[in-house]
Protein backbone atom coordinates (compact mmCIF):
# COMPACT_ATOMS: atom_id res chain seq x y z
CA UNK A 1 0.00 0.00 0.00
CA UNK A 2 1.19 3.40 -0.74
CA UNK A 3 0.50 5.96 1.48
CA UNK A 4 1.19 9.39 0.52
CA UNK A 5 -0.44 11.56 3.24
CA UNK A 6 1.46 9.75 5.74
CA UNK A 7 4.67 9.64 3.67
CA UNK A 8 4.58 5.81 3.68
CA UNK A 9 4.98 2.53 1.89
CA UNK A 10 3.42 0.10 3.99
CA UNK A 11 3.78 -4.10 3.42
CA UNK A 12 1.87 -6.38 5.51
CA UNK A 13 4.22 -9.14 6.68
CA UNK A 14 3.38 -12.71 7.69
CA UNK A 15 6.26 -13.41 10.27
CA UNK A 16 6.62 -17.66 10.44
CA UNK A 17 7.82 -19.80 13.49
CA UNK A 18 10.71 -22.62 12.68
CA UNK A 19 12.82 -23.47 15.53
CA UNK A 20 12.33 -20.22 16.98
CA UNK A 21 13.60 -18.15 13.68
CA UNK A 22 10.96 -15.75 12.12
CA UNK A 23 11.04 -15.51 8.41
CA UNK A 24 9.29 -11.67 6.66
CA UNK A 25 6.92 -13.92 4.29
CA UNK A 26 4.14 -15.97 3.44
CA UNK A 27 3.35 -19.36 4.98
CA UNK A 28 4.21 -21.11 1.86
CA UNK A 29 5.56 -23.92 3.60
CA UNK A 30 2.65 -24.47 5.82
CA UNK A 31 4.45 -23.40 9.19
CA UNK A 32 2.48 -22.37 11.49
CA UNK A 33 1.95 -18.32 10.96
CA UNK A 34 2.87 -16.90 15.04
CA UNK A 35 2.57 -13.07 14.58
CA UNK A 36 1.52 -10.58 11.87
CA UNK A 37 3.83 -7.58 11.39
CA UNK A 38 4.20 -4.16 8.47
CA UNK A 39 7.22 -3.52 6.56
CA UNK A 40 7.03 0.18 6.84
CA UNK A 41 9.66 2.99 4.93
CA UNK A 42 9.20 6.53 3.88
CA UNK A 43 8.32 7.44 0.50
CA UNK A 44 10.33 10.50 1.51
CA UNK A 45 13.35 8.81 2.40
CA UNK A 46 13.12 6.77 -0.95
CA UNK A 47 12.70 9.66 -2.77
CA UNK A 48 15.82 11.12 -1.19
CA UNK A 49 18.03 8.15 -1.98
CA UNK A 50 16.85 7.95 -5.44
CA UNK A 51 18.06 11.54 -6.01
CA UNK A 52 21.30 10.91 -3.99
CA UNK A 53 22.03 8.24 -6.91
CA UNK A 54 20.95 10.54 -9.36
CA UNK A 55 23.46 12.95 -8.30
CA UNK A 56 26.09 10.45 -8.07
CA UNK A 57 25.46 9.82 -11.91
CA UNK A 58 25.76 13.86 -12.25
CA UNK A 59 29.51 14.18 -10.39
CA UNK A 60 30.57 11.07 -12.48
CA UNK A 61 29.48 12.71 -16.03
CA UNK A 62 31.03 16.18 -15.01
CA UNK A 63 34.29 13.83 -13.90
CA UNK A 64 34.97 11.35 -16.26
CA UNK A 65 34.47 9.91 -19.97
CA UNK A 66 33.07 7.29 -19.97
CA UNK A 67 32.55 4.74 -23.62
CA UNK A 68 30.64 1.51 -21.28
CA UNK A 69 27.84 0.75 -19.41
CA UNK A 70 28.26 2.40 -15.94
CA UNK A 71 26.45 0.95 -13.11
CA UNK A 72 25.40 2.47 -9.37
CA UNK A 73 23.72 0.88 -6.37
CA UNK A 74 22.83 2.36 -2.68
CA UNK A 75 21.35 -0.47 -0.81
CA UNK A 76 20.65 -1.04 2.99
CA UNK A 77 18.14 -3.85 4.80
CA UNK A 78 14.96 -2.33 3.40
CA UNK A 79 15.57 -1.03 0.15
CA UNK A 80 18.35 -1.13 -3.44
CA UNK A 81 18.14 0.89 -5.99
CA UNK A 82 20.00 0.41 -8.63
CA UNK A 83 20.88 2.43 -11.56
CA UNK A 84 22.60 1.88 -15.19
CA UNK A 85 24.17 5.06 -17.69
CA UNK A 86 24.46 3.65 -20.82
CA UNK A 87 24.94 4.83 -24.62
CA UNK A 88 23.84 3.54 -27.74
CA UNK A 89 26.90 4.41 -29.98
CA UNK A 90 24.56 3.59 -33.11
CA UNK A 91 22.09 6.03 -32.21
CA UNK A 92 24.30 8.46 -30.26
CA UNK A 93 21.51 8.06 -27.20
CA UNK A 94 22.35 8.05 -23.38
CA UNK A 95 19.83 6.09 -21.36
CA UNK A 96 19.80 6.04 -17.60
CA UNK A 97 17.75 3.34 -16.07
CA UNK A 98 16.95 2.47 -12.42
CA UNK A 99 14.79 0.45 -11.06
CA UNK A 100 13.52 0.53 -7.09
CA UNK A 101 13.54 -2.78 -4.88
CA UNK A 102 12.59 -2.94 -1.26
CA UNK A 103 13.40 -5.92 0.72
CA UNK A 104 9.54 -6.91 1.68
CA UNK A 105 9.10 -10.62 0.95
CA UNK A 106 12.11 -12.26 1.27
CA UNK A 107 11.77 -14.12 -1.64
CA UNK A 108 14.45 -12.37 -3.89
CA UNK A 109 17.83 -11.32 -2.34
CA UNK A 110 17.80 -8.29 -4.17
CA UNK A 111 14.33 -7.46 -2.81
CA UNK A 112 11.34 -6.83 -4.59
CA UNK A 113 10.52 -4.90 -7.73
CA UNK A 114 8.91 -1.72 -7.06
CA UNK A 115 9.22 0.15 -10.35
CA UNK A 116 11.36 0.28 -13.41
CA UNK A 117 12.64 3.54 -15.06
CA UNK A 118 14.43 4.73 -18.10
CA UNK A 119 15.53 8.02 -19.27
CA UNK A 120 16.05 9.02 -22.92
CA UNK A 121 18.70 11.85 -22.84
CA UNK A 122 18.06 12.40 -26.41
CA UNK A 123 14.41 12.34 -26.03
CA UNK A 124 14.13 14.08 -23.01
CA UNK A 125 11.45 11.06 -22.03
CA UNK A 126 11.29 9.39 -19.04
CA UNK A 127 9.31 5.88 -18.36
CA UNK A 128 8.24 4.40 -15.02
CA UNK A 129 7.07 0.94 -15.46
CA UNK A 130 5.43 -1.25 -12.85
CA UNK A 131 4.83 -3.95 -14.91
CA UNK A 132 7.63 -6.16 -13.53
CA UNK A 133 6.63 -5.21 -10.03
CA UNK A 134 6.37 -7.70 -7.89
CA UNK A 135 3.12 -6.64 -6.50
CA UNK A 136 -0.06 -4.67 -7.67
CA UNK A 137 0.58 -1.16 -8.01
CA UNK A 138 -1.03 1.82 -9.89
CA UNK A 139 1.10 2.79 -12.34
CA UNK A 140 0.27 6.42 -12.85
CA UNK A 141 0.19 6.63 -8.85
CA UNK A 142 4.27 5.56 -8.70
CA UNK A 143 4.63 8.14 -11.72
CA UNK A 144 3.24 10.52 -9.85
CA UNK A 145 4.93 10.21 -6.76
CA UNK A 146 8.56 9.16 -8.59
CA UNK A 147 8.84 11.50 -11.61
CA UNK A 148 10.07 14.51 -9.89
CA UNK A 149 13.26 12.33 -8.58
CA UNK A 150 14.67 12.79 -12.08
CA UNK A 151 14.17 16.59 -12.65
CA UNK A 152 17.65 17.42 -11.77
CA UNK A 153 19.32 15.10 -13.58
CA UNK A 154 16.87 15.76 -16.66
CA UNK A 155 18.22 19.40 -16.18
CA UNK A 156 21.88 18.94 -16.04
CA UNK A 157 21.75 16.70 -19.77
CA UNK A 158 19.40 18.58 -21.47
CA UNK A 159 21.77 21.47 -20.88
CA UNK A 160 24.76 19.42 -21.35
CA UNK A 161 23.08 18.58 -25.00
CA UNK A 162 22.48 22.30 -25.98
CA UNK A 163 26.15 23.39 -24.84
CA UNK A 164 27.06 20.35 -27.17
CA UNK A 165 24.58 21.12 -30.04
CA UNK A 166 26.34 25.05 -29.90
CA UNK A 167 29.93 23.59 -30.52
CA UNK A 168 28.68 21.20 -33.03
CA UNK A 169 27.49 24.33 -34.79
CA UNK A 170 29.99 26.70 -34.37
CA UNK A 171 32.62 23.92 -35.72
Known amino acids: MLDINNDLIIAPLSGLENDGRRYPMF ?45 FEKDDDKFMICANLYEDRENETITISLCLLLRI ?4 PMGDIIFESEFNVEENELTISTENSDFNLDEEEIQIIFSDCWDEIRQYLLIEKEILEEIWEDE
Do not use: N
Not at 29 to 42: H, N, P, S, T, Y
Not at 105 to 108: L, R
Open 27 to 71: DSEGLKEFDVEAFCIRISRVKSEIKGLLEEIIDFLMEYEWKEEVS
Open 105 to 108: SGFH
